[in-house]
């Protein structure tokens, strides 16, 4: 099983950083997110970088968080569609796309017929991620707190979703989907059973952790409450073909030495727990300067 780097676990520095430290530490690829940094939108530029690495991008994510609204224009139909030709110039097989914004009325409506044609006319599949409510807890505290708040309730409690008609894509159903483990801590839901409900179409994993804060929180995975053993075991158990790609939060890392020692520890967990190979001690990046 391949196990790729999301370049949005470097952030904030740049795309070609990911791509180094991937090179580096021994990852199998890249998921490139498409955001605001020009390198991200440019398959030219990406393309050098796959040449300078040896590192090829396993997957595109594509533009559709809130603070990427405007990357390659308004309109989200064009947005996705130009995501798909993306993955395929760039030798990708999987595209990760978030189910449509509520706002997004027209896009919303036409969502699950613009995947399926995307997928009958090209060799990328579509994976639709499941996302997570918007809870009011928020208000209350993003640390500690919240995380206690959902375990005493068995769930979010009073939250709104920005997505239609849910942020659990398998409401709508779709062939393929992205299951991620910090979005199911942050919406408390059952990783197990997302999985379960996906079943065969489950193509794509970002490998993190959460502990049930009210926002998403991205941890190496073995550092929240989710079972990510046992997801990874059931996936292993099931056959599972598709990519594993870390996408962790690294913001708080002083130095690249602290960043490569939070994604090396992420790919040594997933080496262990879904290629079975026996833990080792992450390799370090050479450099250390502040970040």
């Given at each position: 099983?391949?196990?790729?780097?999301?370049?949005a676990s470097v952030y904030p520095q740049n795309t070609e950083s990911a791509f180094r430290y991937a090179a580096e530490l021994g990852y199998d690829g890249i998921e490139l997110m498409?955001?605001?940094?020009?390198a991200s939108q440019s398959i030219a530029t990406v393309q050098a970088y796959i040449r300078k690495y040896g590192i090829p991008v396993l997957a595109v994510?594509?533009?559709c968080l809130l603070?990427?609204?405007?990357v390659w224009g308004p309109d989200p139909v064009a947005k996705l569609e130009r995501s798909v030709r993306t993955a395929e110039a760039l030798g990708a097989d999987t595209v990760v796309v978030h189910p449509p914004f509520r706002?997004?009325?027209?896009?919303?409506?036409?969502?699950?017929?613009?995947?399926?044609e995307l997928e009958a006319d090209s060799s990328v599949v579509v994976a639709v991620?499941?996302?997570?409510?918007?809870?009011?807890?928020t208000l209350f505290g993003r640390r500690g707190g919240a995380a206690k708040r959902l375990e005493r309730r068995g769930g979010p409690g009073l939250a709104l979703t920005a997505f239609s008609p849910s942020y659990d894509p398998t409401d709508t159903g779709f062939a393929h989907y992205t299951l991620d483990l910090s979005h199911t801590a942050t919406a408390g839901?059952?990783?197990?059973?997302?999985?379960?409900?996906?079943?065969?179409?489950?193509?794509h994993l970002h490998l993190a952790d959460g502990r049930g804060a009210a926002h998403d929180e991205h941890l190496v995975p073995g550092d929240g409450t989710q079972p990510c053993v046992e997801v990874c075991a059931a996936l292993v158990e099931s056959g599972f073909t598709g990519h594993a790609v870390a996408e962790i939060n690294t913001q708080n890392a002083r130095t690249t030495a602290d960043r490569a020692g939070m994604l090396g520890r992420t790919l040594a967990f997933a080496r262990e727990h879904l290629n079975g190979l026996a833990p080792a001690p992450a390799p370090q990046s050479p450099r250390s300067e502040s970040v």
């Amino acid at each position: 099983m391949r196990v790729g780097l999301s370049t949005a676990s470097v952030y904030p520095q740049n795309t070609e950083s990911a791509f180094r430290y991937a090179a580096e530490l021994g990852y199998d690829g890249i998921e490139l997110m498409v955001w605001a940094e020009p390198a991200s939108q440019s398959i030219a530029t990406v393309q050098a970088y796959i040449r300078k690495y040896g590192i090829p991008v396993l997957a595109v994510h594509a533009p559709c968080l809130l603070i990427s609204q405007r990357v390659w224009g308004p309109d989200p139909v064009a947005k996705l569609e130009r995501s798909v030709r993306t993955a395929e110039a760039l030798g990708a097989d999987t595209v990760v796309v978030h189910p449509p914004f509520r706002w997004q009325r027209r896009y919303a409506e036409n969502f699950p017929a613009q995947v399926a044609e995307l997928e009958a006319d090209s060799s990328v599949v579509v994976a639709v991620e499941n996302m997570f409510p918007m809870r009011a807890d928020t208000l209350f505290g993003r640390r500690g707190g919240a995380a206690k708040r959902l375990e005493r309730r068995g769930g979010p409690g009073l939250a709104l979703t920005a997505f239609s008609p849910s942020y659990d894509p398998t409401d709508t159903g779709f062939a393929h989907y992205t299951l991620d483990l910090s979005h199911t801590a942050t919406a408390g839901a059952d990783p197990l059973a997302l999985a379960a409900r996906m079943g065969p179409g489950l193509v794509h994993l970002h490998l993190a952790d959460g502990r049930g804060a009210a926002h998403d929180e991205h941890l190496v995975p073995g550092d929240g409450t989710q079972p990510c053993v046992e997801v990874c075991a059931a996936l292993v158990e099931s056959g599972f073909t598709g990519h594993a790609v870390a996408e962790i939060n690294t913001q708080n890392a002083r130095t690249t030495a602290d960043r490569a020692g939070m994604l090396g520890r992420t790919l040594a967990f997933a080496r262990e727990h879904l290629n079975g190979l026996a833990p080792a001690p992450a390799p370090q990046s050479p450099r250390s300067e502040s970040v």
